[in-house]
Each structure stands twice: as C-alpha cells, then as structure tokens.
C-alpha cells in the first residue's frame, strides 16, 4: 500500500494512514540520471525548487554550508541541530526551524542528514523523536553522513517500513568544497528518490555517483577515506624525514605539487602542517572513524590492508594527544611525539 501510494497519487485519503505528500508523486524537474557529470545548468528555477519543503539534520561543519547553499538558491529549508545555536546563522538566512528530526521530517518532502558517525546518524534517524517518527509514504530521507553499510541498511530499513523512500549519499570533498557547493556525492538507494533529490544535490555539488543498492555509497566512501588517510599519514612522514635530512619541507609541498603524486590536499594542507598549524576542515576524529569503518569493511571480505591499518594506529596516537577536533593532517603530531621519544 505503502509504495503503491507514491506511485498512485490518486488513491482516496481514506484509505491512507498518514497524509501523502505529493513530492513523490510529481514531476518535479525535468530529471536528469548522471552516472558523473560535472557542474551543469540546474534544469530548476528557483521558483520550482521552492516547491518542496527541505529538511535539513546536522548543522556542523559539512552541514551548515550545505543547508545554506539550499537556502540562497530559494528552497524551503527546515533545520534542527542537536546544539540549537548552530541553526540561529540559517535561521537569520529565511530557514525555519523546528525542535526534533520527528518535527522536521513530518513537515518535509525531503530530509537530509549530515550526523557525525554512526551511532549518530541512527539515533537522529530511529531515537526518540527521531526522523523515522515523523516520515510517512511519499517522503524522501537522504543521509549523507559517513557511515558504515550496516548502519545505512538499518537506517534505510526503518525509513522504508513507513513507505517513505531512502537514499544514502556520503559526500566526497571537505568543507570549502561544501560551501562552494563542489562535492561529489556517493549515492545509493531508492533510484527514484536519487531521482527527486538531483536537483538539490546539483545545488550543494558538482557531481554524483548512483552506485545501486543501499550499502556500495558507504563503501565506496569508505574506500576513498582510507586512501585519503593513508595518503596524509605517508605525506606527515616526508614532511619530517625531509626537514630531519636538513631539506626545506616547503621545496618538498612545490616539489610534490608539480609532480605525479600532485594532489590538492598536500599543496592546501602542507604549508599549515610544517607550521604547525591544523586549521579545522576535516576533524581529525572523523578521520580516525572512517579508517576503523573502512578496515571493518576491508576484515569482512579479508582484504589485506596494512598500510590503512598502520595509518589508522597514528590517527589513534593523534587521538590520545588531544587532537580530535584538529584537522587531520594534525596526524603529523603523532609522529613528532615518535621521533622526540626516540631521540
Ligand atoms: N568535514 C569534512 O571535511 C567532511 C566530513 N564528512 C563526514 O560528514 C559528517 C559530518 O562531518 P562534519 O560536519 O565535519 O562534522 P561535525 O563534527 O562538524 O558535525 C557533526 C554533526 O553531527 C551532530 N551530532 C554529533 N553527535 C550527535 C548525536 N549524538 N546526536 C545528534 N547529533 C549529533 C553534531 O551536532 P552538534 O552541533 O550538536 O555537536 C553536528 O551537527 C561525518 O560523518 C564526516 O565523516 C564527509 C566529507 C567531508
Ligand atoms: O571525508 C572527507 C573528505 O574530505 O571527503
């Protein structure tokens, strides 16, 4: 009946459980299917994106811009925070707000959420007063926080058992790329939910993956942050092996930067890392969390991954010297603290 209803609008309101929201049901946009694309004219006007009403869960560092972007390209933004304080800057922007995820999804088509971890993202979703509260037939919930497959197949299932629709669309890229609306999103779900929310996710980036069924965007996510950390823990290592054999680590990050192992992050983050300064962009914690989640997923098909795990134990040393909400190219530390104990 559930699914039935998104597909025929028509059906009397008796014989529903809860009001259906039209969002499902019409033809929004002229609807595009990107296997990758890069930044295209969005087929929307702002006058049809404010025709469905965005919810938007988590407002730290990814979220915020995110849920902004939205708002200045004329959606109907809803916001909660778990610390209310962070809503009052969208609030000031035309968001409205309301007091639990159960109040947001009740009043959207269209939820996303941007939680810290797992465990966070299923309480917001099935806790108390949770979204799945609120969400009924012809809704969508989108969750775009890194989380690992079992999580996203729990939180899919509870929003699916209320006929609502699930997607899972963890983002790639950090939080420039969020507030220039650049991310690359990592999808998976219900196609015709991917579908809907193109338009929304063509605002807040520049292209998207659809990779099937709900599970493949958390790994594939996953893959790729424990490359990303690997990555930065080799590049910590020839930061301080070149200054410890009397080179400049700065000719190092141009040498590096005009090379084949070029990659933005170490021409961004390196001149801060040999100052020893870890702006927050990525918090070091996150960093740490998709590491053990990828290793979990590398241990469920015995996928050798030692480099990954012996990264993974210098983010945890990071950790335990205090610097979880540092950037996570403060991984660098880790080995600092090394050498001075050796030496
Ligand atoms: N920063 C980055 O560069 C990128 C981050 N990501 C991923 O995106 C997600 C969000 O990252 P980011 O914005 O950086 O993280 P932040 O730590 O800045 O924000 C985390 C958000 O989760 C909320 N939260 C945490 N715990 C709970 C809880 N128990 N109940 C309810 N809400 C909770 C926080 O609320 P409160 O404000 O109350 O603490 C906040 O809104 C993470 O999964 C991260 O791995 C993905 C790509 C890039
Ligand atoms: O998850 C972090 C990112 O930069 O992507």
Known sequence: MALCSIFCPLIPLRFRSKPISPFLSKPLFSLSFRVYSSQQPSPSTKDELGTVSIGFLGLGIMGSPMAQNLIKAGCDVTVWNRTKSKCDPLIGLGAKYKSSPEEVTAACDLTFAMLADPESAIDVACGKNGAVSGISSGKGYVDVSTVDAASSMLISKQIKDT??????????????????????????????????????????????????????????????????????????????????????????????????????????????????????AFPLKHQQKDMRLALGLAESVSQSTPIAAAANELYKVAKSYGLSDEDFSAVIEALKAAKSQKA
């Open 163 to 280: 006929g609502a629709l699930f997607l899972e669309a963890p983002v790639s890229g950090s939080k420039k790329p969020a507030e220039d609306g650049q991310l690359i999103f990592l999808t998976a779900g219900d196609k015709l939910l991917y579908e809907k929310a193109a338009p929304f996710l063509d605002i807040m980036g520049k292209s998207r993956f659809y990779l099937g069924e709900v599970g493949n965007g958390a790994a594939m996510k996953l893959v790729v942050n424990m490359i990303m950390g690997s990555m930065m823990a080799s590049f910590a290592e020839g930061i301080l092996l070149s200054e410890k054999v009397g080179l400049d680590p700065n000719v190092l990050v141009e040498v590096v930067s005009q090379g084949a192992i070029n990659a933005p992050m170490y021409s961004l983050k390196g001149p801060s890392m040999i100052k020893s300064v870890y702006p927050t």
